[in-house]
């Protein structure tokens, strides 16, 4: 009678992407550095989502502040942000005046729906004070910058307070909370964005629909979920609010109203707005400076750079 065959042991699983070792650092202007195409979390068939870390002269540890990219949650990458700052300008600027930025990716639309992109960002603040020894920052100076639908993000970040929406991606343990938000014509009450612009809140078709997986008005609650409006409790972080009044993709008012319920519950709020700028500061070039400008001023203040 023969031998039974003994299996062959699978061989072992490599450690997941995001507790790799770093990269070396590459050299960028004005003395900073920067770390590209870092993973900060990895799950089963999913891509590795990865961020890009500026870091400021010096050793450190400084403080960052995660960047959140727009794009109607649809398109965009951690490359960008914005057509105001071509390349890598804005996150070069500020790493220059002290802050650190890491630009993250998290998962758009046509990938997951919602809450997979708060997770995603969530997951990004865990894996950043994971590592924050090897990187060089302060774990305790994480601030939230985001423009659009990734201002959307930050807001979030520094309102959420709600288990069930931490999400395990990537690294668990450390805290996803953060310091200062500072976002850039946001949505800030997701279940209201097409009546502002005057759209139909039962199609299915617009960007909020596709985050939610539904029209708004279909999933009432699952709209406000989304909406950082919904979140605003006492004890918030600062927050920056800047918006164009001639925004017309997300009208001015959503960043009023968000600015409204963090005053009423006692919050630290700044809201600026600017009356000839349209969406992504088309339409007022010079407003884009003075708003790169007033959020370094704006970080620096709330994360001390020594």
Avoid: N
Avoid at 122 to 140: H, N, Q, S, T
Avoid at 141 to 146: K, L, Q, S
Avoid at 207 to 219: H, I, M, Q
Wanted: glycine share 12%.
């Amino acid at each position: 009678m023969p031998t039974p065959a003994v299996p062959t042991p699978a061989p072992p699983l490599p450690p997941p992407a995001h507790a790799a070792p770093l990269p070396p650092a590459a050299p960028g202007p004005d003395g900073t550095r920067l770390l590209a195409g870092v993973p900060f979390a990895a799950t089963p068939g999913v891509r590795p989502l990865e961020l890009d870390l500026y870091l400021p002269p010096g050793e450190g540890p400084h403080p960052v502040a995660l960047f959140l990219h727009g794009g109607g949650w649809r398109l965009g990458s951690r490359h960008s942000g914005g057509p105001a700052f071509p390349g890598r300008t804005l996150f070069e600027r500020a790493a220059a005046a002290g802050i650190a930025v890491a630009s993250a990716d998290y998962r758009l639309t046509g990938e997951a729906v919602w809450p997979a992109q708060l997770s995603d960002a969530k997951a990004a603040v865990r894996w950043l004070r994971a590592r924050a020894g090897e990187l060089g920052i302060d774990p305790d100076r994480v601030a939230a910058w985001g423009e659009s639908a990734g201002g959307h993000l930050a807001e979030l970040l520094g309102l959420v307070d709600d288990p069930a929406l931490e999400g395990d991606v990537g690294v668990t343990g450390p805290s996803s909370a953060v310091v200062a938000v500072a976002a850039w014509y946001a949505p800030s009450d997701v279940a209201a964005v097409a009546v502002d612009t005057g759209a139909d809140p039962a199609d299915a078709t617009t960007r909020e629909a596709r985050l939610l997986g539904a029209a708004p008005s279909a999933v009432p609650e699952r709209a406000a979920q989304a909406s950082p409006v919904t979140h605003v409790r006492p004890g918030a972080p600062p927050f920056l609010l800047l918006h164009g009044r001639a925004d017309r993709l997300v009208p001015c008012v959503q960043s009023e109203r968000l600015a409204a319920a963090l005053s009423a519950a006692g919050g630290d709020v700044g809201l600026h707005t600017y009356d000839a700028a349209g969406h992504m500061w088309l339409g007022a070039p010079e407003t884009a400076a003075d708003a790169l400008d007033r959020t370094v001023a704006f970080l620096r203040a709330r994360l001390p750079v020594g």
